[in-house]
């Protein structure tokens, strides 16, 4: 069987690119993530994959004069490790619509809300201060515009009367760590069409289709 590769961006924590090293080792997608790269310095992230044994590389979005030299030495780079598969795993880098392009359909991010709704920063807060009841995260291959773009999967959960930021960001993240490996295992399974706004699911049984709600 061959594995598909992926290569992860990651800009600090790196938690999502831990569960997704643990689900392969777990065998629970037939890809590889053979390169992880970060736009800064020490990070967790970088920590996480030399631990997994993964090779690791900095591109110092600070180094670069415009946005645009940042993003093509950033496709060097990725170019370079030859990724089947691209995953924006918080990533907190805009990419320019060149950059994306280059990677039309093997391009994914998971994002902490339930997308159309909370694109941006501070989703939780955001989320709080609306007295919005239901939360969740969202992977997505991505377009141009930021947060937007045709939707893989959706993990949802109810807000509660005591959540706070930190208590609504934990629980949220857990649902991410599930969603980011189905997604992969989808993607490298063929199971993803993309269909102009939409994906849909080729030759899956019904009880394999999207993730249900927490
Ligand atoms: C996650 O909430 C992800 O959805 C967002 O940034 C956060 C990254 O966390 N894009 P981690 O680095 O994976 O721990």
Redo the contacts with the bound molecule.
Sequence with gaps: MTLARITVL????????GSLLAAERAGAFAGSVTHVISNRPGV??LAIARDYGVSTEVVDHKAFATREAFDAALCDAIDRSSPDLVV?????RVLGAAAVGRYTGRLV????SLLPSYPGLHTHRRVLADGATIHG?TVHFVTPEVDVGPIIAQSALTVRDDDDEASL?AR??EL?HKLLPQAVQWFCAGRLAIDGPRVRFVDAPASERRAGAA
């Design positions: 990651c800009s600090g924590r790196g938690s999502n690119l967790g992230a924006l795993a918080g990533f907190m991010n998971i994002h902490p995260c960001a949220v993240l991410e």
